[in-house]
């Protein structure tokens, strides 16, 4: 019989083929195809989904249990890859944002401007794959995305799939490796990072599941720290360039590679210096990875991009609970709306300054956890996995107990809030995905069970 540790591990892989095999019905299949337009078991694969994400969740926090005094970095690594290897062979999950990296590396292969147009100008199979709402979105991505979207793309709907997720499984792959790092150099038990950051639901099916660029973005971000902290800060400014050059939000990282910088000179100024160096070497990364891109600054452009008007953002409800209450020709209410995205930038600016103000008491990754998470909160746009972003400098960095209890419930909950096939829930859904988790939970209950008198034989 499975010991703690032996029965966790294959209740998450139970849980991770369940929802692999659900996709199947219920994911964010691609349209067109006859293959996936002939199944008729949706709902039987929403329950499937569900089941399979309460026993994934549910055995992570079995596994954390059971290895939370031990510190064996490979055994880690070995369930990471474990729990991932069904996500890898499933369609994508709970986003359809692969089609919109597979059709702007299309674009950027044909010589469109990304910049300025949408999938729509493509037009063909792959751009119909892109959800109507982004049809005419240009890029928000930054040059060594596309760069590589482009490179690993194609006309080929499943090759490029594939392709894309191998990139989010790099990055994961890197994301491992580097927070035992980074844990190392705040004092915290690297098994413990890597369970939070790494072994951690929402990370495995939104970046492997999913095929998200967000892990490729957190992969180089991390990476760029752990340089850092082991004294390669020029090489740690342009690791968290290209994060940056992914997606925008990894800039952040250049402010904490200049404080641990500084934190290793001598002398008056070595603040200053080190700002100087971190901006200099940021600055002429940006220009080369540019260059070799070939997409140009178009990127800085779109940073504005619409966000969807049914976003779940902060900003976003009080910004439409506002505007519900007047009664104009909507002009007022878009006002209102921009006035809110602002107040978040203001609020995460004053995260930020509280953070410098006790950035000794708390540490450079700490305080860079804080103020990622701030952005994704205060920020316009909120998607489950953007919480990651945050999430790996805070498992690497926290030690405070509530704080890593509160991310891992956080996490949970995130990792129920997204339907298989990326939109917006029903009433009938609901009941399905309410079902199937009760399902897993009934069946995680019964192995647990099950172990009691296995552990009682052992002892004997």
Not at 12 to 28: F, T
Not at 175 to 191: F, W
Not at 237 to 262: H, T
């Amino acid at each position: 019989m499975f010991g703690d540790h032996g029965g966790s591990r294959a209740v998450g892989l139970a849980g991770g083929l369940l929802v692999a095999v659900g996709g199947l019905g219920a994911g964010a299949l691609p349209v067109g195809v006859s293959f996936f337009a002939g199944l008729t078991h949706v709902r039987l694969g929403l329950v499937a989904v569900y089941s399979g994400l309460a026993l994934l969740l549910l055995a992570w926090w079995w596994y954390g249990q059971a290895t939370r005094h031990g510190d064996d970095v490979r055994a880690h690594w070995w369930t990471a890859a474990l729990w991932s290897a069904p996500l890898m062979l499933a369609p994508p999950v709970f986003s359809r944002d692969v089609y919109s990296y597979l059709a702007q590396g299309l674009m950027a292969g044909r010589g469109f401007d990304v910049y300025r147009q949408g999938p729509a100008s493509l037009g063909g199979f792959i751009a119909a794959q892109v959800p109507q709402i982004w049809q005419h979105t240009p890029s928000p991505y930054g040059p060594v995305f596309l760069a590589v979207a482009r490179a690993f793309g194609g006309e080929h709907l499943l090759g490029g799939v594939v392709a894309m997720r191998l990139v989010a499984v790099a990055g994961l792959a890197l994301l491992a490796y580097v927070v035992p790092i980074l844990a190392r150099s705040t004092g915290i038990r690297p098994s413990s990072a890597l369970w939070l950051a790494v072994l951690n639901p929402l990370v495995l099916i939104h970046f492997v599941g999913g095929a998200h660029n967000d892990a490729l973005m957190v992969g180089l971000l991390a990476a760029g720290l752990a340089a850092a902290v082991r004294d390669r800060p020029v090489l740690g400014s342009v690791l968290v360039v290209a994060a940056a050059l992914v997606k925008v939000p990894a800039v952040a990282g250049l402010a904490a590679v200049a404080l641990i910088w500084a934190g290793r000179m001598g002398g008056r100024l070595r603040l200053l210096r080190a700002a100087t160096a971190v901006t200099v070497t940021a600055a002429v990364s940006t220009a080369a990875l540019t260059a070799v891109a070939g997409t140009g600054y178009g990127w800085l452009g779109t940073l504005d991009t619409p966000i969807s008007p049914h976003n779940l953002s902060l900003v976003n409800v009080l910004g439409r609970a506002t505007a519900g209450l007047l009664e104009d020709d909507g002009v007022g209410a878009a006002f209102t709306q921009n006035l809110w995205r602002w107040a978040g930038v203001l609020a995460t600016l004053i995260v930020a300054g509280l953070v410098w103000s006790q950035i000794k008491e708390l540490g450079v990754l700490y305080g860079l956890g804080i103020v990622l998470v701030a952005v994704v909160v205060f920020g316009p746009a909120l998607r489950p996995w953007y919480l990651i972003w945050g999430l790996v400098p805070l498992a690497a960095a926290a030690g405070h107990r509530w704080v890593r209890r509160a991310l891992a419930v956080a996490c949970a909950v995130l990792a129920l809030a997204v339907l298989p096939d990326g939109f917006a829930v029903d009433a009938e859904e609901f009941l399905l995905a309410t079902s199937g988790a009760l399902l897993g939970v009934s069946g995680f209950l019964l192995v647990r069970l099950a172990a009691v008198p296995a552990r009682e034989l052992a002892t004997r």
